[in-house]
């Protein structure tokens, strides 16, 4: 394909447009890596050889030649974000929404869907005796705003057409024809776009600071290295809206004068890495990256680097240096990457939300993007919320939205009937708040004032099932082992918290270590090199201060109220609830069940029993017994 002028770009939009609007049926599979996991590409596969065995026409792209308008366009989509549903088919034009679709049901949504036009009621979403056929009708969708989202789930990742079709690269157009360096970076601020990495620092703030720097050789960098427990927004949106993320670093070039941008992803996410790929070479085909973009006489082109998987190389300096093929250590700042990053040169380092915004901050208008959001804290949020939460998935929301929305409304609520407990934020360096805090709004400065922060923008739900000293040292656990090691009050204070928190959890803490947590934690955050060592000790901090209880159960009782600490609780066998079926001995793996001489009224055979000396207390009994017999005490 030619190499595009601006009214070549313009020409092909307008095309792709007008291709998009003349679609008859469109299949769109969910190809987010969470359903390919659940076999959604299987169900395309099949899909689409049924269809075309049956004799319908059929596409793949937007641009399929001699396809026709009536031909059935399957498409590879981003994550809809209603993962716990998974796998997801959404057809085209109906709106019609399939959950937790198998291969097996493809005959029948091709016999009574594609072919009779009638809905599948079994695999439609259901809540309260209530079916939702269309997937904008789902109360999990109803409170989101899709910015950064606005094209996964909704269109073929892998198509640069569609892309265009929903008005891709006019950002860049605008910024490229219409306005200058500084101009740009006004636009970016004011829209009041804060990065969504984690610091919050205003994102136009820090491309002006790059843009002033002596000219010379400059980059931009997409910190694509997303190693929060849980995390997977950064990932979907490389799967879902790559080119979002392109354009947005192509926009950050031109602002700062750079010609040159990387893109440092973790080499786990594997279809992230290849839809980048696809969305990489099918611009540079089109001469949207490379020399003399669209004869402006603009120079702009991109790599990919790998990360190794080690959570240190999210902190932007550390990331700087992995790039750079040094050790991912974090560098002692000032000076700051916009002075001297990547290779010494002046450097934008922003997260992929962040870049992902800012084609729709240029094509909307600060205006459109700043009318979402609180004083301080403007646009949407993308999360993801898991933990226990019925509505596990991707969501995105505005500014503001309170813990409380967001838990009930868009997540359902804790499955099972369950008391909340906390809500985890910000990862490993984020606090655990409580359900006093479930009206707050979700912002910056909110979550920060109340022990907590945004950060990237995981967010775990924890019930009255969940021990919050337990849950303190797997964070602290985590941070140890991703210590670079590189200072002393992180790679040690760490370490001595874990030794404490371990202490406690196996029955042999002391009152003086709660003293002793709350004076190590003040000495790694006033002390740590990085935000990682800064910020390390917040889960330990949170939890002591919202259920220090829970401390002090474990210490003077030896008592785990949750049932989760294995030193502290035991297997029990209710006698008169066993049936002596005997399925629990065969599932031990310590020969650790006996039989007994009891057989309860009602029941034919002698009831089983737990040897306390002998359980490994693995749980393999409890997972196992169909009359709910066995329990924690």
Not at 120 to 143: C, T
Not at 313 to 333: D, F, H, M, V
Not at 361 to 376: D, P
Not at 558 to 575: D, G
């Amino acid at each position: 394909m030619s190499k595009l002028t601006r009214e070549a770009l313009s020409a092909r939009r307008v095309q792709a447009k007008q291709l998009l609007a003349a679609e008859g049926r469109e299949i769109l599979v969910c190809a987010g890596t969470g359903c390919i996991a659940g076999g959604s590409m299987k169900i395309y596969d099949y899909l689409k050889a049924e269809c075309e065995r049956r004799g319908l026409k059929t596409r793949v792209s937007l641009r399929h030649e001699g396809a026709g308008d009536d031909a059935i366009h399957f498409k590879k989509s981003g994550c809809h974000g209603f993962c716990e549903m998974g796998p997801l088919l959404t057809i085209e034009p109906e709106g019609i929404l399939y959950t937790h679709v198998k291969v097996e049901d493809c005959d029948e949504i091709i016999e009574k869907t594609i072919l009779g036009g009638q809905v599948v009621d079994r695999l439609l979403y259901q809540l309260n005796g209530v079916a939702y056929a269309r997937h904008d009708e789902i109360p999990f969708y109803q409170k989101q705003q899709r910015v950064v989202l606005e094209n996964c789930g909704t269109t073929d990742a892998e198509d640069m057409d569609e892309y265009l079709a929903h008005d891709g690269y006019l950002a860049f157009e605008k910024a490229l024809f219409e306005m200058t360096g500084e101009e740009i970076c006004k636009e970016v601020l004011d829209s009041g776009l804060r990065g969504r990495g984690g610091a919050g620092f205003p994102a136009g703030r820090k491309w002006d600071s790059v843009r002033r720097q002596p000219e010379g050789k400059k980059y931009v960098v997409c910190n694509g290295d997303e190693g929060d427990p849980g995390a997977f927004m950064d990932r979907s949106i490389f799967e879902g809206n790559p080119l979002a993320v392109i354009e947005g670093m192509m926009i950050a070039g031109y602002a700062i004068g750079a010609h040159e941008g990387y893109f440092y992803i973790r080499a786990e996410y594997p279809v992230a890495v290849q839809r980048l790929k696809i969305a990489i070479a099918q611009a540079r085909e089109a001469g949207l990256l490379g020399k003399n973009i669209l004869s402006s006489g603009f120079d702009f082109d991109v790599h990919i680097r790998l990360g190794a998987g080690a959570f240190v190389c999210g902190e932007e300096t550390a990331l700087l240096n992995s790039i750079e093929g040094k050790r991912g250590q974090p560098r002692p700042r000032p000076p700051f990457p916009a002075v001297k990053g990547l290779w010494q040169k002046p450097t934008i380092v922003n997260n992929v939300e962040t870049l992902a915004c800012v084609p729709y901050i240029l094509r909307e208008g600060a205006g459109e993007f700043n009318k979402y959001g609180t004083e301080k804290s403007k646009g949407t949020k993308v999360f993801a919320l898991g933990g226990k939460i019925n509505n596990v998935g991707l969501v995105e929301i505005p500014m503001g939205t309170t813990l409380r929305e967001l838990i009930y409304d868009i997540g359902g609520g804790i499955p099972g009937g369950k008391k909340f407990k906390a809500i985890q934020t910000g990862g490993p360096s984020g606090g655990c708040l409580t359900e006093e805090f479930l009206d707050e709004p979700i912002d910056f400065d909110t979550l920060v004032a109340k022990g907590s922060m945004m950060g990237s923008g995981g967010a775990i739900v924890m019930d009255e099932d969940n021990c919050m000293v337990d849950v303190a040292r797997f964070y602290l656990d985590f941070i140890c082992d991703e210590s670079c090691g590189k200072c002393t009050p992180c790679r040690i204070g760490t370490k001595r918290m874990l030794e404490i928190l371990t202490r406690i959890t196996e029955g042999d803490g002391t009152m003086h270590d709660l003293d002793e947590l709350e004076e190590l934690a003040g000495i790694v955050k006033a002390n740590s090199l990085c935000a990682l060592g800064q910020t390390s000790a917040n889960p330990v901090v949170s939890t002591l201060k919202h259920f220090r209880q829970e401390y002090i159960d474990h210490i003077v009782d030896r008592n785990c109220t949750a049932k989760v600490c294995k030193n502290l609780m035991q297997y029990h066998i209710r006698r008169d609830a066993c049936a002596g079926c005997g399925l629990c001995a065969k599932n031990c793996p310590a020969d650790a069940i006996i039989r007994t001489d009891y057989t309860a009224p009602g029941k034919r055979l002698p009831a089983m029993e737990i040897v306390a000396a002998k359980c490994v207390k693995c749980g393999a009994c409890m997972a196992g017994c169909k009359f709910h017999a066995i329990e924690k005490i």
